[in-house]
């Protein structure tokens, strides 16, 4: 994940965990990333890729601030630099200020726009607000129609909050009107801030220490928009009947065909469900490199990339250790769950709670999870036969 011009944003949204980070650099700043860094970024990644395609995803803050002009440096480079691979480029934005300029650039460069958007206008606008408050779902949705005017690749990223998550069917039928069939839905947790985070003059607390002897707080203070496990576990099944009734092989949600992947015995996946970290760096604008980009902090801090080969930093034994601590560290309820092989223990973010044994270490949405993994189960054993058989997973819905 790439941050052009770092955490700056020109929204104001209340839940965003990034926009603080500007405090990590000194005071009057200058958030955009350089030439030679940009540079070195694309010819060193595109170098590293061990397969024939190079998969660039730009994020922020909101990489828009970067400017246009800079993401038509960016094409220029990996041209450059492609050496026979395949480029893709994914661009995480909020839409706002998206306009002509921007989609005939995204169409021309066949870049897969990500929209953030929380549902209908009275849920999206409960957090995603602009630098003076005013709510910012008018200008979101200017941003979809512009790129279907222009058939730009998008998608949608649903920020799952205290709000819209007692709405989830509203949500679903929503993004399914605004013509998003790739849905991806992230769950928000965040904690108040505790000594560590203090120290740094942050609002939110570092993600949890899991490794040995760590010290861990008995009290955990989550903040006011932060998601119930189960709340999420209501919000996933509800969703997940009516799209297994209508809408396999229609609709893409992240989530079903992360979970459809693990029963099939699929590689990869979304990371918060894999085995082990690793390989979801962040890359900030000056060339800071980070294991994770919930982890951009000094600790987690790999190298940069003007004085440090990337390929040396993320197979680094500090790398390694991180990455491998996802598993090492699965509490025995963990270990010993029946749905192990969809969660593997959830993100490391999230990793704050108590099993019932009073080991530490397990998801904060460990109930929620296993709720929704247990109920989709037997639909998705039948599409993971299906698969098998070398028919379609859709042929489910005739069956509902």
């Known amino acids: ?14 839940y965003c965990f990034y926009l603080e980070k500007t405090k990590l650099f000194p005071r009057n700043h200058l958030f955009r990333m350089s030439d030679a860094v940009l540079e070195a970024y694309v010819r060193s990644y595109i170098a590293a890729q061990p397969g024939e395609v190079a998969s660039f995803a730009w994020q922020g803050g909101e990489p828009t601030l970067a400017g246009l002009p800079f993401f038509e440096k960016v094409v220029a480079l990996q041209a450059r630099h492609a050496g026979g691979k395949r480029i893709e480029n994914a661009f995480q934005t ?39 408050g005013r709510p910012t779902y008018r200008d979101v949705i200017r941003g979809v129609e512009l790129c279907k005017k222009h058939q730009v690749a998008f ?69 006011e928009w ?3 496990p189960e709340a999420l576990g209501e919000f996933y099944c509800k969703i997940f009947d009516r799209w297994v009734s209508r809408d396999v092989g229609r609709v893409f949600v992240q989530l079903f065909d992360n979970t459809l992947g693990k029963w099939v015995g699929a590689p990869g996946g979304v990371c918060v469900f894999s085995e082990t970290c690793g390989r979801a760096l962040a890359l900030e604008h000056n060339g800071d490199l980070y294991a994770c980009d919930h982890f951009v902090y000094p600790r987690y801090k790999l190298g940069n990339l ?67 993994f247990k109920h989709s189960a037997p639909a998705m054993r039948e599409m993971a036969d299906l698969y098998r058989q070398q028919r379609s997973p859709a042929e489910i819905m005739r069956k509902n």
């Open 1 to 14: 994940m790439t941050k052009p011009a770092g955490p700056l944003c020109n929204l104001d949204c209340s």
């Open 94 to 132: 909020n839409g706002t200020l998206l306009n002509d300029a921007w989609c005939t650039f995204f169409r021309k460069h066949s870049f897969l726009v990500g929209i953030s958007i929380d549902g209908p206008q009275s849920l999206h606008d409960a957090y995603r607000v602009d630098r003076k």
């Open 155 to 223: 998608n949608t990223l649903t920020v799952i909050n205290a709000k819209n998550v007692t709405k989830p069917l509203e949500v679903y039928r929503f993004l399914r009107e605004i013509g998003s069939e790739f849905i991806q839905f992230i769950p928000l947790v965040e904690r108040l801030p505790d000594a560590a985070s203090d120290h740094l003059g942050l609002s939110l607390a570092h993600p949890p220490d899991l490794s040995a002897g760590a010290q861990f707080s008995s009290k955990v203070e989550l903040t």
């Open 226 to 228: 932060s998601v119930s």
């Open 306 to 372: 003007m004085t440090s080969e990337m390929t040396d930093m993320v197979e680094s034994t500090t790398m390694q250790a991180f990455g491998e601590a996802k598993r090492s560290t699965l509490p025995r309820q963990c270990r010993e769950c029946e749905v192990r092989f969809c969660c593997n223990g959830d993100c490391p973010k999230h990793r704050f709670g108590r099993s019932s044994d009073g080991e530490y270490g397990i998801s904060y949405l460990c109930a929620g999870l296993k709720r929704f």
